[in-house]
């Protein structure tokens, strides 16, 4: 599956550079000169790194840092024209993964880039499930869409777990009533179905993941 890289950088040259050969090595870029574009692009779009320039106009690397931090644990490698170390410092502590002091070999960055992907796509924390625009903390019981968060009922919660859990898998009413409600619940099946209005409803673009499947039930089906 391809990567997708931010490279910020207001330097063309440089970020043509880059671009080049990350494309090389079958990675999707995306580009920002300054800071208030490369928040606007990320917040956009699902961004795997983040390759950013320190010195960059509008709002430098640290605040764009300190900014995706707040919402993100995207890998950020910093990029910097001074060897200084109470810069690294800050930008390790606002949450940078990584520092490449320019001038850098194309070469040995793309290495960096792809050992830190290795390492995150390792480290990824299980309970935490993405679907395109559809994210599921597990721990937290928070569910995302498009980066919003959906406020679920805990049956509505249960009920998309319970789904997910299950994906591509034709449940029927009867399996999701006795798993969500419990056996000895006396109610029908039409408690199923307006459960399930109420989450496609909440789940906005996420809700034609949920299909109903025609004398079953529903099923959890992300289709690419």
Known sequence: MFKTLLIVEDEFRIRLLLKDYFIREDFKIL??????????IFSKNKV????????IPKLDGFEVCKIIRESSSTPIIMLTAREDEDDKLLGYNLGADDY?????????????VKALLRRTDSHRDTSILEFNDLTINKLSHEVLVNNNVINLSPKEYDLLIYLVSNQGIA??????LDNIWGIDYYGDTRTVDTNIKRLREKLLTASDY???????????EVKQ
């Open 171 to 176: 449940l029927t009413r009867y399996q999701i």
């Open 100 to 112: 490449v002091t320019k001038p850098f070999s194309p070469k040995v960055l793309v290495a960096k």
């Open 48 to 55: 795997d790194l983040v390759i950013l320039d320190i010195m």
């Open 210 to 220: 949920i299909t109903t499947v025609r004398g079953s039930g529903y099923k959890f």
């Open 31 to 40: 580009e920002a000169s300054n800071g208030k574009e490369a928040i606007e």
